[in-house]
């Protein structure tokens, strides 16, 4: 069996209606786990069910908003009820606002880490529970960015966010490695989407694709090797490490 077949293995991929979630989701059913997709868009996670249902894979769609603690219970409990014991988590759920930190206000501030950050830890830690109470272990993924490790422009609160998320990934590692429960992060450096691409496609995104050594933007599909790796067996030796795949930006030269 392949390290990254993930057949009986059940996945929640927050912000899954979407975007970089969506596509986790995909990924994570092809390789034969079955999904709990999870966002605060039901027709949006409905579509996405029934795109994974169309090539026999199985998915269900939970309501859920990561801010909200009952909210969280809420869904976890129904995935668990509906698919069975969760041993993948996708802590995928983000917003970001590109403002200057001296015109930031405190509305936006908490927006972004009550998503980002706490949004994560709620999801994590009662996914954990779950996970320790029925002594299964598992694994668990979070999303952070190589803006959590590096510094950019009017996203002050975004950058926060992932950086105290890669802190959270390792402290989580730590208390849980006993109950082996694994915790890494996934950090995408410049992913091409759809709400990017015209960015990408002027002088100013230009510019940015020059200073990323490979000279190109990472497409989803380059996320799917280490997503896989991470939800699977092949890091059964991995905690608390944060996986840049970001085409060398992290290393460029100043």
Do not use: C
């Not at 991929?13 to 975007?19: F, I």
């Not at 990472?218 to 991470?230: F, I, M, T």
């Amino acid at each position: 069996m392949s390290t990254t077949d993930l057949s009986g293995h059940i996945a929640f991929v927050t912000g899954a209606s979407g975007g970089l979630g969506r596509h986790f989701a995909i990924t994570l059913a092809r390789a034969g786990a079955k999904v709990a997709l999870a966002a605060r868009r039901p027709d949006a996670l409905k579509a996405v069910a029934q795109e994974i249902e169309g090539f026999d894979g199985r998915a269900i769609a939970v309501p859920l908003d990561v801010t909200d603690a009952a909210s969280v219970r809420a869904a976890v409990e129904a995935a668990e009820t509906e698919l069975g014991p969760i041993t993948v988590l996708v802590n995928n759920s983000g917003v970001t606002e590109t403002v200057a930190a001296l015109d930031q206000d405190e509305a936006s501030w908490d927006r972004v880490l009550d998503t980002n950050l706490k949004g994560a830890w709620l999801v994590a830690t009662e996914v954990a529970r779950h996970m320790v109470r029925l002594g299964h272990g598992g694994s668990i993924i979070n999303i952070a960015s190589i803006l959590g490790l590096r510094q950019g422009g009017q996203v002050t609160a975004y950058a926060t966010s992932k950086a105290a998320l890669v802190q959270l990934t390792k402290q989580l590692a730590l208390e849980l490695a006993r109950y082996q429960i694994r915790v890494n992060a996934l950090a995408p450096g410049y992913i091409e989407t759809d709400i990017n691409r015209e960015f990408f496609g002027t002088d100013a995104g230009k510019a940015l694709i020059r200073r990323i050594p490979q000279r190109r933007l990472g497409q989803a599909a380059d996320l799917d090797g280490p997503l896989l790796l991470l939800a699977s067996d092949g890091s059964r030796y991995m905690t608390g490490s944060v996986l840049a795949v970001d085409g060398g930006h992290l290393v460029g030269s100043l």
